[in-house]
């Protein structure tokens, strides 16, 4: 259960977005708070995972609230102005929502929330469902000032660069780069899919389409080399799916 605050000086948006809490099951409000003031109160207490904070209150904003934070909750923020939406990604917000916020929107940016909650906390998210029953099997990522949402089926394979990972996305010229480990980024990804197949390389197994020798080739000759420490597991899993055996 995701612990979260509501921080708004104007009432009638702390009604709805407590009446949009209580409709997703992994959220629960533990308190809202009417100005900047309340919000540190709340937080210092401690347990709170995620604050809906508006931009546009008065005396100490939104912004300059999250600023003063050192301990930082995930944030989401709301405001009547979409100028702000910049200036909010840039103090690592997962999201920003644009008064007058409907369910719909709501619903995507609590589960970019929970996405977020479980990547910080360690755990690999569960599928999330809206209440339709749609699932939602996906990654956010954050690159550049941008939350991506990437579906996990999507994903070919995964480079690691240091501190950085690029992933490579069917139908993308171009990977996305993000500031996260490999370590990170696979313990939030299904293992009966993904496997390491070399110390900077994760690949997708239902997206490969050829092995030649020791390597892994995508189309247009771009190919993933399988690493010696990774090999053993890597052509198990192939013999497994091979039928050229004889009887």
């Known amino acids: 259960m995701i612990r979260c605050i509501i921080v708004d000086d104007e009432p ?12 997703i099951p992994y959220l629960t409000c533990v308190r809202s708070c009417h100005s900047a003031a309340e919000a540190v109160e709340a937080i210092n207490e401690g347990g709170v995972d995620a604050m809906f904070v508006d931009i546009n209150m008065p005396d100490v904003n939104g912004i300059e609230l999250v600023r003063s934070l050192d301990n930082m909750p995930l944030v989401v923020f709301t405001t009547a102005y979409s100028e702000y939406a910049i200036e909010g990604f840039r103090v690592d917000a997962v999201d920003y929502l644009l008064k007058p916020i409907g369910f719909e929107d709501f619903l995507k940016a609590a589960n970019k929330l929970y996405e977020f909650y479980c990547m910080r906390n360690g755990s690999r998210p569960a599928v999330v469902e809206d209440e339709a029953g749609v699932q939602h099997d996906c990654l956010f990522v954050k690159s550049d000032y941008r939350m991506l949402r990437v579906p996990i089926d999507s994903i070919k394979y995964i480079e690691s660069m240091s501190e950085y990972v ?4 069917e139908g993308n010229s171009k990977p996305i780069i993000s500031l996260l480990s490999m370590k990170k980024i696979e313990e939030n990804l299904p293992s009966s899919s993904f496997m390491r197949v070399h110390r900077s390389y994760l690949v997708n197994l239902n997206r490969i389409k050829e092995v030649s020798r020791m390597r892994i080739v995508y189309d247009n000759d771009v190919y993933v080399p399988i690493g010696e420490m990774y ?5 198990a899993y192939i013999e497994k799916h091979f039928v050229g055996k004889n009887s």
Request: charged fraction near 30%; charge should be positive; hydrophobic fraction near 45%.
């Open 12 to 23: 009638l948006a702390v009604k709805q977005l407590e009446g949009y809490v209580n409709r």
């Open 166 to 169: 690029r992933i490579y996305v």
């Open 231 to 235: 090999k053993e597991n890597f052509f």
